[in-house]
């Protein structure tokens, strides 16, 4: 697999188009059902660039990467010397002449602006405050494979406006999936992100609204997704938690929404939270094929990126 002519990286879910999207996620699909079938990776070398902690992001390039062919090598924050005697600009030039992909999971999104604004080879987000990006294809991924006949369907979000509810609304809207957010009007999404998602939207045929009541919110969707309402690194907010306890994913809130409607969720969940046990762990759950659904996703998006068919 050489390199391709033109640089293209993934920082947000609308860096793709709908094509390239359904190209992405058709390969997902052959990929999990043949998981070592392709090995174009095979030479190449990914770098994995945490600032947090993580498991599902981790292990999912890792794996992803090694089924490929490839190489992942793990790079923390604190063993480089990123930011600290070196400038983002400097360390995405240097790791250009080094790696044949870089994957960051890190804070500030304009971080991973930069670092893509200055590398060489393609710069995928793995996760920033504003972002979830790959989250995102897979979830997509993941509601597809449990209805073929998505378009027109609905994901309703229960929570608040962080970044997996943006990344979520904006591939539903490139997918032709409504998403509906059920988020407390104190925790909605940022204005830029939401002007952003509503032209995506409007400029693909989808809708996108928010829903204060609970039980309507529900009352129409084929999948209730939910995230953990306090981030990792962010204390824990009474008020904030107080305020989205309406919105708890639980037997009595799915009893309102139609019969076949699925329950998703990105992980690590705070069970009894912001959803209970035996909805987590019921029927509609399909969290677990989430979780593993990134390695399929993430190896498509790859190959996709650096220049595969």
């Known amino acids: 697999m050489d390199r391709p002519e033109r640089v293209r990286h993934f920082t947000k879910v609308s860096d793709l188009s709908v094509e390239e999207i359904r190209k ?17 990776l095979t030479g190449r070398t990914v770098a994995l660039i945490f600032s947090k902690p993580s498991t599902r992001t981790r292990v999912s390039f890792s794996v992803g990467v090694y089924q490929l062919g490839g190489m992942a090598l793990y790079l923390s924050e604190q063993e480089l010397q990123m930011r600290s005697s070196e400038s983002l600009e400097d360390t995405a030039r240097v790791l250009s002449r080094f790696v044949d992909a870089i994957v960051i999971r890190t804070f500030a999104q304009s971080d991973v602006d930069e670092l893509a604004a200055h590398a060489t080879v393609p710069v995928i987000n793995a996760l920033t405050d504003e972002r979830h990006p790959c989250q995102a294809l897979s979830d997509i991924f993941t509601f597809e494979e449990r209805f073929p006949d998505s378009k027109g369907r609905t994901i309703t979000y229960m929570g608040d406006g962080n970044n997996v509810a943006v990344s979520l609304a904006a591939a539903g809207a490139l997918s032709g999936i409504d998403v509906c957010l059920g988020i407390p009007e104190e925790y909605d999404l940022a204005p830029a992100l939401w002007e952003e998602i509503q032209g995506l939207a409007a400029a ?45 994913v639980n037997r009595g809130l799915m009893s309102v929404a139609p019969w076949e409607a699925i329950v998703m969720h990105c992980l690590p969940a705070h069970r009894g939270e ?36």
Do not use: C
């Not at 996620?25 to 070592?36: C, Q, S, W």
């Not at 989808?206 to 690194?233: H, K, L, N």
């Not at 209970?276 to 762990?281: K, R």
């Open 204 to 248: 693909h045929g989808t809708r996108v609204w928010v829903e204060r009541d609970p039980e309507r919110a529900v009352e129409t969707a084929s999948a209730v997704y939910t995230d953990v309402w306090t981030s990792m690194g962010q204390e824990r907010d009474q008020g904030k938690l107080q305020a989205l306890q309406p919105y708890q």
């Open 24 to 40: 992405i996620l058709k390969r997902a699909f052959k990929l999990k059902e043949r998981p070592h079938a392709d090995r174009s």
């Open 274 to 309: 912001e959803i209970t046990d035996e909805i987590m762990d019921g029927p509609q759950s399909v969290v677990f094929d989430q979780a593993e659904n990134r390695v399929h996703v993430q190896k498509a998006l790859l190959t996709f990126l650096l220049g595969g068919d």
